[in-house]
């Protein structure tokens, strides 16, 4: 291949790898370009995870390399961009250190000098400095401008290593000119009749990366105007305390230069922008006050004013603007201002998915291969207790290659258990919906903590209403949708099958309401035998922004769920075993149910050679399921020579038999009765159960288990908490 086709990011992945273990915060640009392809800025906090960084590494086409400057990585980066500039550097002195060519010059870098070092353009001609909140292309990248950006001067080339070598302290005269320098867009002081209401945090920083991801994704020719637009509404918000300024500032400087805007005119912009935002501070809405009691209604007037007409969209640009991209919280399965329900039958896992799915939106991770929009995740379960959120937590990260100290203030963990009136609405006799006390709570938890994703488990305890009357379900589900907007995130709720075996329970409305409906199964053969227990199968059932029908498959390991092509060998083989033992398991079964007695030992009737040639068998070999006999009669699975029925002549069949399985604490296997509890008690008589009855017991001499999953843990009368008890009594650590 040429140069033309191959260049150097397209032929050396391992250099991800390099710059991560040189202790560079990197992350991946799209495609020859420089803008980045994910949510970046949390990289300027954290390092990525090696997962990260090798799925990075084997995309194709193949990513560019962000390098995230300042004390991140620990380097500091002066762009040289032209030769004039190289030679006006190198006359003031420059030691020897890590170096890379660029396109159009030199980037050096040096050593971070501890602080806060601002991103600084115009040093000198065609000199700019990239600090804390900035970044550069690394080396093995390739930058091909797009016409726009041919037409403003840049110019197509590889991104190079020119030396290795350590990376050197900055020099003095550069030092001083930082010293000296002025900020270019010094904040304005705050006026004395604004009083912050609190830290800067969760509301600040969510409106904030809401204005970067503007800035982003504005189209050509109205990129200045949108940068002003958004300098001027996060000045106001520093004005009033909300968020820092100077971070704002460099993050906004850092966007802009990315989306293809020059230097100068970026700080023109800026300090028009924000000194306009500075003098009209702006507050984030107190929600008590936005949903407190309802205010006395008008007077009646003589005659109503004529309504106002309906909002009429202008599509008069549509022509010349560039297409928005359809945003997503999970690219391709959860769309972004909208709210998807998930559904799935009791025991397949839904509510391990869902913390799995939370935990890697909150860190910014693929869920299963898949790319995540990174944001603040909230997980209210009304099921499961602390401890139960603790043990999910662990097996998650172990699973995910992360510490669990990393999803602090990221991932948010709610437990409901055991409360009365966790409804997120109620409903009057006429069906008219009212918000809840519980509501109001959850609105106050997303806008404290910054949510940009919220994940409700499940609906049997937050929706109230009739499942099978359409305008209640549909109200609902508006509600969600509402909640998304309302966040600038998305909304995952759960809930369970109907009794017919629908991936949905009650009215269509479910169906007909959400934009994106998902469904969680194990997978069966074509006459509904479980074949392998810990796989499972996620399908967009309904999917109004993406092919209906698709599915991810994964299984479950050591308490958390891995795709298979995640697996290590050594799980393989433990992966491939169980399989085995579950199939052997499925064939003995039919073989008892057809009264085909088979033994251990070899004949006719030897169980692996009979059980190779089933259905069942799934194209299990011979060979597999006499190893996987041994070893189910090692655990005690299986007994030989058992007597199992009378032969028409009266005579005892005798043969291998599965062992009868001991309480094992609700989980569904055959022999144990897994007969559900009473359904959830309601309070409206004509509204039929919720709670989906799976595996009826035929087996009256089974055993029972024990049901754990609505065990209330407080009493009817027990004080209800104020607001949503977050990572706290009612929380996971």
């Not at 230097?263 to 984030?284: F, H, K, N, V």
């Amino acid at each position: 291949m040429t140069d033309a086709i191959m260049h150097p990011a397209d032929r050396a992945p391992s250099q991800w790898e390099a710059l991560n273990e040189m202790g560079f915060s990197v992350f991946p640009l799209l495609h020859h370009s420089k803008r980045p392809a994910t949510q970046w800025q949390v990289y300027q906090t954290r390092q990525p995870y090696m997962t990260e960084v090798a799925e990075w590494s084997r995309a194709r086409p193949a990513f560019n390399i962000g390098l995230a400057t300042g004390a991140v990585s620990g380097v500091v980066v002066l762009d040289l961009d032209d030769d004039a500039a190289i030679l006006a550097a190198y006359e003031r002195g420059v030691p020897e250190t890590m170096t890379v060519r660029t396109p159009r010059g030199l980037h050096l870098y040096f050593r971070h000098p501890g602080g806060h070092v601002r991103n600084r353009a115009g040093l000198l001609p065609s000199v700019d400095l990239r600090g804390d909140g900035g970044y550069v292309v690394g080396p093995s990248s390739y930058f091909a401008p797009t016409p726009e950006e041919a037409a403003q001067g840049k110019v197509a080339g590889s991104y190079e290593w020119v030396s290795y070598g350590p990376v050197a302290p900055m020099p003095d005269w550069l030092a001083a000119m930082l010293i000296d320098t002025k900020p270019p867009t010094p904040p304005a002081p705050k006026p004395s009749n604004v009083v912050p209401l609190h830290r800067p945090g969760g509301y600040g920083n969510a409106a904030m990366l809401g204005e970067l991801q503007r800035l982003r994704e504005a189209a050509p020719g109205t990129r200045n105007h949108t940068l002003n637009r958004c300098a001027f509404a996060l000045a106001q918000l520093a004005a009033a305390g909300e968020i820092e300024g100077d971070d704002a500032i460099d993050q906004l400087r850092a966007t802009a230069a990315a989306i293809g805007l020059e230097d100068g005119e970026i700080e023109a912009t800026l300090a028009s922008g924000w000194g306009g935002g500075m003098a009209s501070p702006r507050q984030r809405p107190d929600p008590a006050a936005r949903f407190g009691a309802a205010p006395p209604p008008p007077p009646v007037a003589p005659e109503a004013p004529a309504p106002a007409g309906l909002p009429l969209i202008d599509t008069r640009n549509w022509q010349v603007t560039m297409t928005p991209e359809r945003e997503w919280a999970v690219e391709g399965w959860l769309p972004h201002r909208q709210a998807t329900y998930l559904t799935g039958a009791g025991s397949a896992g839904k509510s391990l998915l869902t913390q799995q799915l939370c935990t890697c939106i909150a860190l910014g991770l693929p869920f299963m291969g898949v790319p995540t929009r990174q944001a603040v995740a909230v997980y209210v379960t009304c099921e499961d207790d602390a401890d139960e959120l603790h043990r999910r937590q662990k097996a998650i990260c172990a699973a995910l290659g992360v510490p669990i100290a990393d999803i602090e203030g990221k991932l948010r963990l709610v437990s409901l258990v055991g409360g009365i009136g966790n409804e997120l609405a109620t409903f009057t006799p006429e069906g008219r919906m009212s918000v809840s006390d519980t509501y109001r709570a959850l609105q106050r938890t997303a806008a404290d903590t910054g949510a940009g994703f919220l994940a409700l488990d499940n609906v049997a305890h937050l929706f109230t209403g009739n499942e099978n009357i359409r305008n209640q379900v549909a109200a609902f589900c508006g509600l969600m949708n509402q909640l998304a907007t309302e966040i600038d995130g998305a909304v995952l709720f759960l809930g369970h099958p109907n009794k017919a075996g629908d991936s949905f329970s009650g009215s269509t409305a479910w169906e007909n309401q959400v934009r994106s409906r998902l469904t969680l199964t194990v997978p069966t053969s074509e006459d509904g035998v479980i074949l392998d227990p810990d796989v499972r199968e996620l399908k967009r059932g309904k999917a109004n922004y993406a092919r209906n029908g698709e599915t991810i498959g994964f299984r479950w390991v050591a308490g958390a769920f891995v795709r298979h092509e995640d697996l290590a060998s050594h799980q393989l083989a433990d992966v491939q075993e169980a399989r085995d033992e579950a199939v052997f398991m499925a064939c003995l079964e039919r073989a008892t149910s057809d009264t085909r007695a088979v033994s251990h030992n070899p004949g006719t009737n030897f169980a692996p050679a009979v059980f190779a040639k089933m259905p069942e068998a799934q194209g299990v070999t011979r060979r597999r399921l006499e190893a996987a006999l041994e070893r189910l009669l090692q655990k005690g699975a299986i007994m030989l020579d058992q007597p199992l029925w009378r032969a028409p002549n009266r005579t005892m069949k005798q043969g291998i038999k599965a062992a009868a399985p001991p309480n094992n604490g609700g989980e569904n296997i055959p022999g144990v009765c897994t007969d559900p509890p009473a359904p959830t008690p309601r309070t409206d008589p004509h509204r039929p159960p919720s709670q989906v009855i799976d595996f009826p017991c035929t087996d009256p001499h089974a055993s029972t288990p024990l049901y754990t999953t609505y065990i209330s843990g407080a009493g009817l009368d027990g004080p209800r908490p104020p607001g949503l008890p977050i990572d706290g009594a009612g929380g996971a650590a």
